[in-house]
């Protein structure tokens, strides 16, 4: 059974850079679409972005889109989640799942879907404040 850590998580000031990591233990990294997401306090979840197996597709959310950068090592079996130019609104606990693609729109990562992800880590909190 695939297993997901997060880590990297914590408190930066406005316009920061963070990176964030998802290692993955129980099987291989290489089976999967992994897709960050992230829920701040009283919000719905909502996915931030998607990286497909081999790493060669990715997709973002349009308020992820141009600041955050996801990237994957599969000799390692961790995925990464660059951020920069945090804002505020970007404060939340964020999350990589796992899945394994079923469809084309799934495998390329063209859309992505919190409901479609079947394993997920435990989250790290990201806090942007001055």
């Known amino acids: 059974q695939l297993q997901l850590v997060e880590s990297g998580g914590g408190l930066v000031q406005p316009g920061g850079s963070l990176r964030l990591s998802c290692a993955a233990s129980?099987?291989?990294?290489?089976?999967?679409?992994i897709g960050w997401f992230r829920q701040a306090p009283g919000k719905e979840r909502e996915a931030v972005s998607c990286?497909?197996?081999?790493?060669?597709?990715?997709n973002y959310a349009d308020s992820a889109k141009g600041r955050f950068t996801i990237s994957r090592d599969n000799a390692v079996d961790t995925v990464y989640l660059q951020m920069s130019g945090l804002r505020p609104e970007d404060t939340a606990i964020y999350y990589c799942?796992?899945?394994?693609?079923?469809?084309?729109?799934?495998?390329?990562?063209?859309?992505?879907?919190?409901?479609?992800?079947?394993?997920w880590g435990q989250g790290t909190w990201v806090t942007i404040s001055s």
């Open positions: 129980g099987s291989s990294l290489n089976d999967y679409v």
């Open positions: 799942a796992a899945l394994r693609p079923r469809t084309l729109v799934q495998i390329i990562c063209r859309s992505f879907s919190a409901a479609d992800f079947e394993s």
């Open positions: 990286i497909s197996k081999s790493g060669n597709n990715t």
